[in-house]
């Protein structure tokens, strides 16, 4: 299966903040950002994988300000890391405010998606090769994601997980 | 501000599974689920708070088997520990088939919320005091995933969380 | 076929209501109450009967006080009797202001489903046992409320309804 | 305030049954078709009012037969009677299949508004004439509607509704 | 196959316009009026043709008034004129604002719609005899919108639409 | 006012079919595509003008190939040409199948939009200066569209649309 690049992935939906999706200060619910979230990133491991995609988890997602009602939200995915039958999608999430338009970053996050054949038994796809610095880094911390999300459903032990102590003892992320 | 008990905050919801919810197999789509996980969530916070809550932030959630269409999807949610503006809520979801009645666990998650005042600024909340065991060690163990959701988003370093590393050389999770 | 108790259909859900759901007042609009309502209904049917049910009739309901913007809703459903093949459910619905978290009584209601097979065919369900005082009531009701509802279609003559007379001869209701 | 007929707060909607909206069956949900009533019938009421008109009460209402996913299903409203705030409105509804077009009467319902000021308060609204036998017929027999529904909630003695006992002694209904 | 009349494929639905159908204005998002109408001019054409029907195209439409909040939308359609396997759906919307009840015209709209069997293949219907004035002017100028529509999308000629020509030589429209 | 390019307005989304969304053969209905594209064509005026924008025409659209449940809808839009306060957005709609993610062209449209202030008042935009030969030829064209669309409402007689009658008598479109 011959190897794809992240940008062959990519996807992106663009949304505007409903009276219906927000609180009653007039923001924008988290649950409803990552369901649009889940949508976009599943385009993305589509087209990586050809497959009907099922998303297996999420890892870790921070809403560090409010989006609101008639804002416009861009949500881009791409595939970060392909696994056996499973592959990470990153996401960016950028805010564009109704009457002004100034554009700024939302936050990102990272959803896992496993690829399945018609009856719903995971399937081997094809691997990624990252292209850029951001891709490569991406890329690079993935395995860390994994390990820790391996680690925090009980499935290995923190021995199994070296790539991850380092990013413990890095002090800065991202 | 009296001490309130996680009890005092439960909230439940069950959910019917309908055509537009699923993906092409017929299963639930993960970003749905994380959709209501947040609305029961919220209203656990809310009841905790009697404020308006937001949404903070999400730790990281697995789906683990398949919910198909037809499926009763039964959230429940307590809020697991307080702090001074923001609370844990600890979600249990269980998963009933449409036409045998079986009950299982699907899957577990914890979102964090923030209470806010009229005009969106954080507000001291009430602290929890918990009752049972299992109230007990989601109690425990939420000071652990406050550290490492800081530490994911680089606002602390791994020296500032000792709970933290805990949990990552205890064996056995949840 | 075994009797089940009321509280083994034990049925809540709870509801936000968002701006789409108010008429130009900022009030819940009833239709959408009543379908609500339903849904909740429909899982206390299944649970008691385990088979598809489908909704064969819905009782007088009043609205009595106004439900608004940012309320939460909350319904709890129970089957009070089961006949041959159909059983009524009781539902009690209760508010919470957004802002006070004030939880009040809001308005009660009986809705009637019919269990069906695989080709929409009526099939037996189990027998009900009432436990609490209150559930016995709710048993006792039942078949006036099911007379009422035969009469009304025009299915029987009121000689046919004896209970039912005694219901329009009792000061009290509820 | 003059009063008005009946035609002239006359209202249809049409809706497509989609599957959404179906059980697992693919029948249309009963709470579904109550939501689609409501708003018909609102917009009877309102017509009749030209005031913000709120849901009072939903008298009985039978599903004498399953509507199916690709139905067309049309629900015509009148007022059938106006008291000094509130008003009844008669819903009839009709199906026709989406391959063979046969149009069949589905079934009926009543639904009370009162009409509402600014703030909430119940307003005086126009008395009814009506014209036809079938608007004349079912104005008389909404007054015994209306002892039921008041008798039901505890508000009237059964002595109060002499037109109600008309009801359950004449044989025929509808 | 018999020729049908206009009236025949009568449609007709009313809506209220609900928050999430508005922009940052309050005023109905255009994109959901042409949803409306998209659907109950299916209607019309699945009871002319007795098929299922799908869009083929819609002809030029303006929004000359803004529709608010709370306002009900009244859109009526009819079969203008039927081709082979294809048939021209007239509109006409109407808007009564929520409070004062005034009733005007908003706007008018052609929707083609192909008539299909169960594999998907256009499939003949009957042909339209038009009986008032308004139906037999919008018949014939059905044929100068359907050469309209084909010269835009490029399978005809100039030279093949005569009563286009027409349709550009009279001053004037509607 | 500075002039624009027709990037700086570039608007996409990507849709995925769900079953609500669908007839009964399965197929995207027309009236959610009209939806969909009015939103990212908004998306588009309103990066370009800074403004609340409102829809005020929708030239003729034509549905070439069904799009099928499961398939990916990617709408792209860019404004291609500027009057005084109004400006013309033009589509280019490609579908991907679910399972094999082939990529076809499924059809284009054009949407006009009036920017507002906060009354509702028409506004001064920025002009727009096509930069690809593609955007030249669309600015070019969207002069005839505008006559075309002033002549079928009946706002200016034929011989105020010289560059139509260009359109009418060149063979090839698009």
């Known amino acids: 299966m011959k190897s794809k690049t992240p940008k062959e992935s990519?996807?992106?939906?663009?949304?505007?903040?409903l009276p219906n999706e927000t609180n009653?200060?007039?923001?924008?619910?988290?649950?409803?950002l990552l369901h649009w979230m889940d949508i976009t990133a599943a385009i993305a491991a589509h087209r990586h994988s050809q497959r009907v995609v099922v998303t297996a988890s999420v890892n870790h997602v921070s809403f560090e300000r409010a989006i609101r009602l008639g804002?416009?939200?861009?949500?881009?995915?791409?595939v970060s890391r392909a696994f056996n039958t499973s592959m990470e999608v990153f996401l960016d999430v950028t805010v564009e405010t109704g009457f002004t338009g100034e554009r700024i970053k939302s936050n990102d996050?990272?959803?896992v998606f496993v690829a399945v054949d018609q009856v719903g038994k995971p399937i081997e796809i094809p691997q990624l090769t990252p292209e850029t610095e951001l891709e490569k880094e991406?890329?690079?911390?993935?395995?860390?994601?994994?390990?820790?999300?391996?680690?925090l459903s009980g499935k290995i032990d923190p021995d199994d997980a070296p790539e991850l102590k380092e990013?413990?003892?890095s002090k800065k992320k991202k």
Do not use: C, P, W
Not at 10 to 17: E, G, K, P, R
Not at 71 to 78: P, R, S
Not at 138 to 151: E, F, G, I, V
């Open 138 to 151: 991406r890329y690079a911390t993935a395995l860390q994601r994994r390990q820790l999300s391996l680690l």
């Open 71 to 78: 804002d416009y939200v861009t949500i881009e995915a791409k």
């Open 10 to 17: 990519y996807a992106i939906s663009t949304h505007l903040v």
């Open 167 to 169: 990013l413990f003892f």
């Open 109 to 111: 996050a990272t959803y």
């Open 24 to 32: 009653l200060l007039g923001n924008l619910m988290g649950g409803r």
